[in-house]
Nanobody, 114 residues
Framework: VQLQASGGGLVQAGGSLTLSCAASGRTFSSYIMTWYRQAPGKQREWVALVSSGGTTRYADSVKGRFTIFRDNAKNTLYLRMNSLQPEDTAVYYC?????????WGKGTQVTVSS
């Protein structure tokens, strides 16, 4: 599967953005989909995931501010980000995981100014 993330940009603190991750192929609905991010000089960290059944999980740092959801009919994963803070500045990546086979998309830059 090929993944393409988009929707990043520059936003002021307190603002919102919605990221998208478009996937190729016909088995999107069977993948566990995850958002990661990597800030400059830091390791990549897990942000949120949604299972094939729709169960969601969030990192504590984004819980209550970010919402992950998927549209299987459109083969697209989303991340709605509210109340953005400068510490959310990072390159955001989407990942697809099916039976341990993992695919990554190219990232999209999110920059939050104070």
């Amino acid at each position: 599967v090929q993944l393409q993330a988009s929707g990043g940009g520059l936003v002021q603190a307190g603002g919102s953005l919605t990221l998208s991750c478009a996937a190729s192929g016909r088995t999107f609905s069977s993948y566990i989909m995850t958002w990661y991010r990597q800030a400059p000089g830091k390791q990549r960290e897990w942000v949120a995931l949604v299972s094939s059944g729709g169960t969601t999980r969030y990192a504590d740092s984004v819980k209550g501010r970010f919402t992950i959801f998927r549209d299987n009919a459109k083969n697209t994963l989303y991340l709605r980000m509210n109340s953005l803070q400068p510490e959310d500045t990072a390159v955001y990546y989407c990942q697809a995981n099916r039976f341990g086979v993992i695919y990554w998309g190219k990232g999209t830059q999110v920059t939050v100014s104070s």
